[in-house]
């Protein structure tokens, strides 16, 4: 049987992922025991108290132990890496395990790897705009990966640095790995830990906290997807590689052309904050003594957000508030059949849903703590 190991249990994608995996029905997932790396003692009794014999939390110190990392990845055919795509030094030494494990004569090794659209993004407000720009991973494979890689090598970002080293020490050493290039993830998630995404709990935090929305550049884009249909589509590929002739060598696109885009339609930014606005004024909480009494998205400076949203990481800030960086995923469907069933109507139904999870403290943060004295 197959020896999977899933990183990011306690994480929001990596949770899901898990979660999705183990209540799958299909005779290839149904009996499997997947390994996850956990840093706490208390997430590993959690992660047996709900899923029991299914799941085998292993403790480690994070991805930082390269050494752990090497020894342990040796051990799996499939490595689901799913817990934080920004670390180049933890996923390269995954590729190394799986690599020791490919020289020793087994089957081929799979890696499945997230990272994120901010890779392919321009960074409009300080180089050069690219307002047009779309990417296709099928129309595009492989000028993708070249374009990551000329740009990283022109100006590293952590995230992007990781995918390319990932997907280029792969193919160098026999292992197959594929990344889900992932947008903007909306919705609940279903994992033990943080079921919460990104880009909407931080816009509607904002807009309860100013009373305003903010934007940093009008045509800014985000492709979205439902982070259960983001773990589906992981569940599709690890059924591809159980159930497949040849466990999916050459029929699941790897290294400079495995990049695969879970992308299932597009927004501005600006529509993100207007949902927002929408749902905290038609909640009753906005407006309040002192904040604009009409629904309003006013001009931020990128310092700014920065600072307040992204711990002062501009570059972060530009890629992720003010870039471009469209995306058409066709490969997942074609390929894997993947399909998405969380669309335009569960995108509407996100912001009314993230106010009320901000509202009932679900967020980390109390409506209280977030609107602050103002209202006292
Ligand atoms: N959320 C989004 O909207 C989004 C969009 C595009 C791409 N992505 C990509 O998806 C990845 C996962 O995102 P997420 O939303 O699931 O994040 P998350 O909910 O914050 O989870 C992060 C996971 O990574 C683990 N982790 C973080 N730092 C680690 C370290 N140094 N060593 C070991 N484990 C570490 C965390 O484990 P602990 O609990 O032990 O800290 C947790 O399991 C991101 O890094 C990014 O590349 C996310």
């Not at 600072?307 to 530009?318: H, I």
Request: net charge negative; hydrophobic share 45%; with cysteine.
């Amino acid at each position: 049987m197959s020896k999977i190991l899933l990183t990011g249990a306690t994480g929001y994608v990596g949770g899901t992922t898990l979660d999705q995996l183990i209540k799958s029905t299909e005779p290839s997932l149904k009996s499997l025991t997947i390994d996850t790396l956990v840093r706490t003692d208390d997430q590993a009794q959690k992660l047996r108290d709900a899923y029991g014999a299914r799941v085998n939390p292993i403790k480690w110190v994070g991805l930082e132990d390269t050494a752990f990392i090497v020894d342990t990845a040796a051990n799996y055919d499939i490595i689901v890496n799913t817990g934080s795509g920004f670390i180049p030094a933890g996923a390269l030494a995954f590729v190394d395990g799986l690599a020791r494990r490919a020289k020793a004569g087994g089957p081929a090794p799979w890696l499945l790897h997230i990272a994120g659209c901010t890779n392919l993004a321009d960074r409009p407000l300080t180089q050069e705009a690219y307002p047009l720009r779309e990417w296709d991973d099928e129309r595009d494979a492989g000028a993708i990966f070249d374009f990551m890689k000329e740009a990283d090598a022109l100006e590293p970002y952590a995230q992007r640095t990781t995918e390319v080293g990932v997907l280029e020490a792969a193919a160098a050493s026999g292992v197959q790995a594929v990344s889900l290039n992932t947008p903007l993830i909306f919705g609940e998630g279903t994992g033990l830990f943080n079921r919460a995404g990104l880009v909407i709990p931080i816009s509607m935090r904002y807009i309860v906290q100013h009373g305003y929305g903010f934007k940093l550049l009008d045509t800014a884009n985000f492709d979205y997807v439902h982070v259960v249909d983001l773990a589906d589509l992981y569940v599709l590929l690890v059924r591809a590689i159980l159930e497949r002739p040849n466990r999916g060598v050459g029929f699941i696109p790897t290294g400079r052309e495995g990049v695969l885009f879970p992308a299932v339609a597009r927004v501005l930014m600006t529509e993100i904050a207007q949902r927002c606005l929408d749902a905290v004024f038609s909640a009753g909480v906005l407006p309040r003594d002192g904040t604009p009494q009409e629904k309003e998205i006013r001009q931020a400076s990128l310092q700014e957000i920065a600072d307040e949203l992204m711990f002062g990481l501009v570059d972060v800030a530009e890629r992720g508030w003010a870039g471009h960086k469209a995306m058409k995923g066709t490969v997942a469907r074609k390929l894997l059949n993947w399909k998405p069933t969380r669309l335009e109507e569960a995108w509407r139904q996100e912001f009314e849903d993230e106010f009320v999870a901000l509202r009932d403290g679900r967020r980390g943060i109390t409506l209280d703590a977030c609107i602050g004295i103002r209202t006292t």
